[in-house]
Each structure stands twice: as C-alpha cells, then as structure tokens.
C-alpha cells in the first residue's frame, strides 16, 4: 500500500531522480570499466532502487524490479558496447530497449495508474529528450562518459519522475464495483 505524501515533487521526485543518477552515473562514472559486469550491476543498481522510490510513492510489486534487472542491464551493455559511439544507435537502442521495457513495466504500473499505456513511449520518449539534451550541451572535449552518464541520469530522471507523478496524479480511485476490474486501484 502506498503511502500518501504530501507533496510528490518534494517526497517522491528528488529521490527518483537521485536513484537515477547515482545508477546511470555507476556506468562509467564510478567502476569507470566498460564490460558486461558493470552494465548489470548497474542495471540492477537502477531498478532496485527505483522498485524501493516506486513501491513507496505508487505501490508497485516486485514486477517492476525483476523487468528492469534485465532490460536494463542488456540497454547499458548494449549502449557501452556498440551504441554511445554513434549519434544514431543511442537513440535506436533506447527505442528499441526501452521501449521494451516500457512495456514489461506497463504491467507493473497497470494496477496502480489509470494510464499505464503511456509508459511505453514514456520512458524510451525520456531517454531521448535526456540524450538530446546532452547533445544541445556538448560537453567539453575533456569530458568524460562519466559527465555523458551523469547529465543523462539527471535528465532521464527528471523526466520520467515527472511523468510517474502525473500518472499517479491523473489517475480516479473508484468508490464502486462499476468500475472494470482492470482499471480499479
């Protein structure tokens, strides 16, 4: 059951945003090794601590951390590997990978948001506005992929927080059975 917060953009989004960054920025950041340890152990990273921020703020179940273990994981391996390279394969990998995702974790929000349809081009939409606008900033040539992580995080973060707070906010508590079963809280 989650518990009702006075303020989401006080309780809730700092510490989305902070799960976010401390997962992204753990890529190349913090290990500073690129291989497929590293991009699991992120990916865990992330979606256990955004399971533990989401359980809290919407309810969520264990759903959400075991489709985010592995999705999330394979889109950091992949980004490290092949798609930070090239302008065009981030956004493609974040399409494809979180778009998939988007859709594994649909099924955890469904129960708890009235418009859980959404998070599927939510959270790959995210992923390209974060990556865009770290390209509108163009860090500097002595940048590492630790600052591409950590503007990446903050952004993705904001982002997709400010989108879960919404849903939750925009959704109806039905007081009666005339309600579908699938769309009662």
């Not at 994981?73 to 065009?88: C, H, N, Y």
């Not at 394969?89 to 988007?102: A, D, E, I, K, N």
Request: charged content about 10%.
């Amino acid at each position: 059951m989650p518990i009702q917060l006075k303020s989401p953009w006080i309780t809730f989004w700092p510490l989305w945003v902070l799960a976010n960054v401390v997962s992204f920025y753990s890529v190349s950041g913090l290990f500073a090794v690129p291989d497929i340890i590293t991009a699991f152990s992120a990916g865990i990273l992330l979606a256990v601590l955004q399971w533990l921020v989401l359980r809290r703020h919407v309810g969520v179940d264990y759903t959400w951390l075991v489709a985010g273990t592995v999705v999330y994981g394979v889109f950091l391996m992949i980004t490290m590997r092949w798609a930070i390279i090239s302008v065009f394969r981030f956004p493609v990998t974040c399409v494809v990978c979180l778009g998939l995702l988007g859709l594994l974790q649909r099924g955890a929000l469904k129960p708890y948001v009235d418009s859980a349809g959404l998070w599927p081009v939510a959270s790959p939409g995210a992923a390209i506005v974060a990556y865009a606008f770290v390209l509108m900033l163009r860090p500097g040539a002595g940048s590492t992929l630790a600052t591409f992580w950590l503007i990446f995080g903050i952004i993705y973060g904001a982002v997709t927080g400010a989108i879960i707070i919404w849903l939750k906010e925009s959704t109806k508590r039905y007081v009666d059975d005339s309600a579908p079963s699938w769309k009662r809280a």
